[in-house]
T-cell receptor, first 115, second 114 residues
Framework: DGGITQSPKYLFRKEGQNVTLSCEQN?????MYWYRQDPGQGLRLIYY???????QKGDIAEGYSVSREKKESFPLTVTSAQKNPTAFYLC??????????????FGPGTRLTVT | AQKITQTQPGMFVQEKEAVTLDCTYD???????LFWYKQPSSGEMIFLIY??????QNATEGRYSLNFQKARKSANLVISASQLGDSAMYFC???????????FGAGTRLAVHP
């Protein structure tokens, strides 16, 4: 079964701790993305990667970091510098680096709560 | 600047009736794509339908159709014969050729009543 997995589904952390969210895809997609969703709002792009070992900042990258060492994996670290980390985080992937015709496939999301 | 506007925070529809969810977009780029996604309460984003800026025909996928009016910069989603399982958040999104980033609207919550 091809798809995107995100783990865990729910994550709880204390303020001041870094936390890493996992995202794995077996769709052989080149591009991967991380979005943040706050209650009652749409998705905002944090980081995206079009190929291995390369990634770009999205609209709200401050306080986050990523890596893309393998095509299948795109982990997101929420650092202690992120002022309001509590949110729903969605990972996505798409087949081509530069296309407007390909949909983005989404994982099930991770709900992060920081207290 | 590119922007997606969904002006209906919430909508109600009776089961088996049709409903239109509004979406307007703003871009000066000639090459772009428009998407609609459904987000049930479980949180995952489900792709529904896609329309390219150069497509002459309105896109259709089963009970979903996209009413694309390029001059008015609108891309409304029409759901025919609503079902209880259609109750969810619906997001309109745009991608600009060469930027490879989806820009989302704030969403519309649809409730289907029996």
């Amino acid at each position: 079964d091809g798809g995107i997995t995100q783990s865990p589904k729910y994550l709880f952390r204390k303020e001041g701790q870094n936390v890493t969210l996992s995202c794995e895809q077996n769709l052989n997609h080149d591009a991967m993305y991380w979005y943040r969703q706050d209650p009652g709002q749409g998705l905002r792009l944090i980081y995206y990667s079009q190929i291995v070992n390369d990634f770009q900042k999205g609209d709200i990258a401050e306080g986050y970091s990523v890596s893309r060492e393998k095509k299948e994996s795109f982990p997101l670290t929420v650092t202690s510098a992120q002022k309001n980390p509590t949110a729903f985080y969605l990972c996505a992937s798409s087949p081509a680096q530069d296309s407007i015709t390909y949909e983005q496939y989404f994982g099930p999301g991770t709900r992060l709560t920081v207290t | 600047a590119q922007k997606i506007t969904q002006t209906q925070p919430g909508m109600f529809v009776q089961e088996k009736e049709a409903v239109t969810l509004d979406c307007t977009y703003d871009t000066s780029d000639p090459s772009y794509g428009l998407f609609w996604y459904k987000q049930p309460s479980s949180g995952e984003m489900i792709f529904l339908i896609y329309q390219g800026s150069y497509d002459q025909q309105n896109a259709t996928e089963g009970r979903y159709s996209l009413n694309f009016q390029k001059a008015r910069k609108s891309a409304n989603l029409v759901i025919s014969a609503s079902q209880l399982g259609d109750s969810a958040m619906y997001f309109c999104a745009m991608i600009i050729y060469g930027y490879n980033k989806l820009i989302f609207g704030a969403g519309t919550r649809l409730a289907v009543h029996p």
